[in-house]
C-alpha cells in the first residue's frame, strides 16, 4: 500500500507568491516522523523541514512551513514568497518507529516551477 | 555541503559488469542508507546498515550488495548490470533525526 501520496506530479507559482504543495501518509504507527526535501535539477536531496507526530505545533524553518494535520494525515508543505531557486521536484518522506531503524519512505514528488 | 561523501559521481559502464559506489556517511553517525532514484520507480530505499550490521532490508535486488566497515564507510557493489539500473544512487546517513544525503552516483549501463 502507498504510505507516502503526492497527488500534484507539478505545480506552478508567480514569484513572491505562495504556494503549498500537498503530501497526504498512512501509517498505524502511532510514532512516525513526516520530512520534506527538495531536489534541484542538480540532483542533490536537501532536507527542509520536519514535524513529530507528537509535535503540538506546526514546524516552520524560514520560508517553510508544514501544515500538520493529523486526523486527516496530511502533511503539506508550504513556501511563502516564492522565489525562482525554488524550483525543483519536493519530496515528502515518512519514517515509522519501530524496529525498522530510521528509513525513509518517499512519495512520488512534485515539480514546483516558479514564474517571474 | 551535508557531509556524506559519495564516489564516484558519475560511472558509465556496460550490461553484465560489476561496479562498486562508495559512501563515507557524516561523522559521527552510525547509520548509512543507500537510495535508488530511476525515473520509473523514483527513490527506493535498498538498505540500511547500522554500526556495521545489517539494519533494514527494502527493494533489493540479489545482484546488489552493501556492507558496512568498521571506519563506519560504505560500500553498495552492483553485479551483472542491466540496463534498468541505470539510475541516481543515493547514499545517507543519521543520527537520530532527518536524513543527510550525498550527491549521489549516477550510473549509467549502456
Known amino acids: 500500500a502507498q504510505k507516502i501520496t503526492q497527488t500534484q506530479p507539478g505545480m506552478f507559482v508567480q514569484e513572491k507568491e505562495a504556494v503549498t504543495l500537498d503530501c497526504t501518509y498512512d501509517t498505524s504507527d502511532p510514532s512516525y516522523g513526516l520530512f520534506w526535501y527538495k531536489q534541484p535539477s542538480s540532483g542533490e536531496m536537501i532536507f527542509l523541514i520536519y514535524?513529530?507526530?507528537?509535535?503540538?505545533q506546526n514546524a516552520t524553518e524560514g520560508r517553510y512551513s508544514l501544515n500538520f494535520q493529523k486526523a486527516r494525515k496530511s502533511a503539506n508543505l508550504v513556501i511563502s514568497a516564492s522565489q525562482l531557486g525554488d524550483s525543483a521536484m519536493y519530496f515528502c518522506a515518512m519514517r515509522e518507529g519501530g524496529e525498522y531503524g530510521n528509513k525513509l519512505v518517499f512519495g512520488a514528488g512534485t515539480i514546483l516551477r516558479v514564474k517571474s | 555541503d551535508s557531509g556524506v561523501t559519495q564516489t564516484p559521481k558519475h560511472l558509465i559502464t556496460a550490461t553484465g559488469q560489476r561496479v562498486t559506489l562508495r559512501c563515507s556517511p557524516r561523522s559521527g553517525d552510525l547509520s548509512v542508507y543507500w537510495y535508488q532514484q530511476s525515473l520509473d520507480q523514483g527513490l527506493q530505499f535498498l538498505i540500511q546498515y547500522y554500526n556495521g550490521e545489517e539494519r533494514a532490508k527494502g527493494n533489493i535486488l540479489e545482484r546488489f550488495s552493501a556492507q558496512q566497515f568498521p571506519d563506519l564507510h560504505s560500500e553498495l557493489n552492483l553485479s551483472s548490470l542491466e540496463l534498468g539500473d541505470s539510475a541516481l544512487y543515493f547514499c545517507?546517513?543519521?543520527?537520530?533525526?532527518?536524513?543527510?544525503f550525498g550527491e549521489g552516483s549516477r550510473l549509467t549501463v549502456l
Open positions: 514535524q513529530g507526530s507528537y509535535d503540538q
Open positions: 545517507a546517513s543519521s543520527g537520530q533525526g532527518e536524513l543527510f
